[in-house]
Nanobody, 125 residues
Framework: QVQLVEAGGGLVQAGGALRLSCAAS????????MGWFRQAPGKEREFVAA????????DYPDSVKSRFTISRDNAKNTVYLQMNSLKPEDTAVYYC??????????????????WGQGTQVTVSS
């Protein structure tokens, strides 16, 4: 089972940027599709981005498309989320997740079998 550790969260003003990283343990990282999700207080966990095992295919919901970019470095067992033009509504705990199913990139949280502990992102207005 892969283990995931997120880093890079913090407090930023609206319009600013943050880069999250997620380091994975194990030697099979390149086989996993990876995803980022977020959860604000009182809300359900929300899909933010996903990337295929090779990194050639990405997916975003409309709420973050053109502002967020997911990428990965399989040599470093790390996936990144570059977040630009941040808005107060982006405030949440951000989680990275791994999907070992090899069925393409997906958006539903139950499809991801491994999760990190989360990192807080707070965007002030």
């Amino acid at each position: 089972q892969v283990q995931l550790v997120e880093a890079g969260g913090g407090l930023v003003q609206a319009g600013g940027a943050l880069r999250l990283s997620c380091a994975a343990s194990g030697r099979t990282f390149s086989r996993y599709a990876m995803g980022w999700f977020r959860q604000a207080p009182g809300k359900e966990r929300e899909f933010v981005a996903a990337i295929s095992p090779s990194g050639t295919i990405t997916d975003y919901p409309d709420s973050v498309k053109s502002r967020f970019t997911i990428s990965r470095d399989n040599a470093k067992n790390t996936v990144y989320l570059q977040m630009n033009s941040l808005k107060p509504e982006d405030t949440a705990v951000y989680y990275c997740a791994a999907d070992a199913s090899n069925t393409g990139i997906r958006r539903l949280a139950p499809d991801f079998g491994a999760w990190g502990q989360g990192t807080q992102v707070t965007v002030s207005s």
